[in-house]
């Protein structure tokens, strides 16, 4: 099967170099502390760049996340160019720039501080460095394969009852080779990622893929491992768990209708707007109800299923942001639907 090509705007969208290009010097093993300085670092490099971007909005600045540099005027791209281009990227992590974003900065100080992180994200290798970064965490070596809980949870009553005929579908797939592929137990297997690193991986945007015609289009499960997280925003957040009903069988006569959630387990435990409460009070308006939970270490894991109703929407439930827990320790993860 050809890997399929489909143009990513809108929400989870993949970032672009100046150039347009990435290194093409990737290692291709990682030592797993390296492996998590990358994915972290890359984290908040994409948080402080959607940060600026909707600065610059607030500021009367018509900024589309994908073609920012081509809506500067002339004097913004000089800035941009010359503070992107004079960046050097620091040897060890302890000396990497914390990128302060507030109200005290104006527009060319934004844009200055934009053109660095574009320019630390090239020399980092791009969103491919990032992936292979990934794809290597999550290797069953390391026991970074979430899919593994999720067969062991499937395999037992009341699912292991409901295992006839059933697909899924895996939002952020960077292996077709993991647990959830070679279990034996899905008929079929849609995977889908931004950036795709295997033919058997449709590169596509979840926000933007066709909504199913039909019950034959829709799945019995989806997968969604540690990508929520990476969503630029709280509100896309919630959008996208919205939009995730949309392709769910109906659970009609016994059929499975299920959401397999994997998040850091810091969203839940040290964030200043969120816990896990409010994810279930949210997953609850959206007509999920959570079977199975498991805490590791570092990540969360929940296993939901749905009742096909979708409450919340049609009764137009809001769950705004909200300041929850003081400290200057916390994070700012929140999911919010308004």
């Not at 660095?116 to 292979?132: F, L, N, P």
């Not at 970064?133 to 394969?145: I, L, P, V, W």
């Not at 079929?188 to 590169?203: F, G, H, K, T």
Request: glycine residues 4%; positive net charge; contains cysteine.
């Amino acid at each position: 099967m050809a890997k399929k090509k489909v143009k990513s705007t809108g929400l989870l969208k993949r970032p672009r170099t100046i150039t347009g290009k990435s290194l093409s010097t990737i290692p291709k093993s990682l030592k797993p502390q390296h492996t998590r300085q990358i994915i972290r670092r890359f984290h908040i490099l994409q948080k402080n760049r959607h940060s600026i971007l909707a600065r610059l909005r607030k500021l009367n600045k018509e900024i589309d996340i994908d073609t920012y540099k081509d809506q500067l005027n002339d004097n913004e791209k000089v800035i941009y160019t010359e503070y992107f281009e004079k960046f050097v990227l620091p040897k060890n992590y302890s000396e990497l720039e914390v990128y302060k974003i507030d109200d005290s900065l104006s527009d060319r100080d934004l844009i200055k501080t934009l053109a660095r992180i574009d320019a630390e994200i090239k020399q980092r290798g791009g969103i491919e460095a990032y992936q292979s970064a990934s794809t290597q965490g999550q290797t069953t070596k390391r026991g970074g394969d979430s899919s593994k809980r999720l067969i062991d949870w499937l395999q037992e009553e009341p699912y292991s009852k409901k295992l006839s005929n059933i697909n899924a579908l895996e939002i952020g797939c960077l292996s077709p080779y993991n647990v959830i592929s070679t279990s034996g137990i899905f008929h079929d297997i849609v995977r889908i990622d931004l950036n795709s690193q295997d033919p058997l991986i449709i590169e596509e945007n979840f926000m933007e893929r066709p909504l199913p015609k039909n019950n034959e289009e829709r799945f019995n499960l989806i997968s969604c491992s540690l990508v929520i997280n990476f969503v630029p925003s709280h509100q896309e957040r919630g959008e996208m768990l919205i939009r995730m009903t949309k392709f769910l069988k109906k659970p009609i006569n016994g059929c499975m209708s299920s959401l397999f959630l994997v998040l850091p387990l810091p969203c839940i435990t040290n964030s200043r707007y969120f816990d896990n409460k409010l994810l279930l009070e949210i997953m609850s308006s959206l007509g999920f109800e959570k079977t199975c939970y498991y805490e590791a270490k570092k990540v969360a894991y929940w296993l939901f299923d749905w009742n096909g109703k979708s409450e919340g929407i049609n009764k137009r439930m809001k769950f705004p942001k909200k300041n929850m827990y003081a400290g200057s320790s916390r994070n700012n993860f929140c999911i919010t639907i308004e």
